[in-house]
Nanobody, 126 residues
Framework: QVQLVESGGGLVQPGGSLRLSCATS????????IGWFRQAPGKEREGVSC????????YYADSVKGRFTISRDDAKNTVYLQMNSLKPEDTAVYYC???????????????????WGQGTQVTVSS
């Protein structure tokens, strides 16, 4: 069955870094775009970043542009989100999700994605 498992969350001070991993199984990884999303308490889930199936296109929300980097390793069926210069407002549960899409396409809307992980908590606080 399809599985997405996030890891790498934790507590970090403002200005620090974390690398999230999304390990996948149960589907043909290189057919799927992968997105990262986050949801803070009392807020809607929002798109943070995504990468197309062929790694030819990426998207970043304005709030994370220049600080976060998404990458995928097709050999390991894993997508990473490197998060630098973290701010308290980055605090949220982070989810990865997958959807089958053509090359060079990924979407920032959570509604576009079919498969989801369970989430990993990221807390940025001094």
């Amino acid at each position: 069955q399809v599985q997405l498992v996030e890891s790498g969350g934790g507590l970090v001070q403002p200005g620090g870094s974390l690398r999230l991993s999304c390990a996948t199984s149960g589907f043909t990884f290189n057919y799927y775009a992968i997105g990262w999303f986050r949801q803070a308490p009392g807020k809607e889930r929002e798109g943070v970043s995504c990468v197309s199936s062929n790694d030819g296109n990426t998207y970043y929300a304005d709030s994370v542009k220049g600080r976060f980097t998404i990458s995928r390793d097709d050999a390991k069926n894993t997508v990473y989100l490197q998060m630098n210069s973290l701010k308290p407002e980055d605090t949220a549960v982070y989810y990865c999700a997958a959807v089958i899409l053509p090359d060079y396409v990924c979407y920032s809307s959570p509604q576009a994605y079919d498969y989801w992980g369970q989430g990993t908590q990221v807390t940025v606080s001094s």
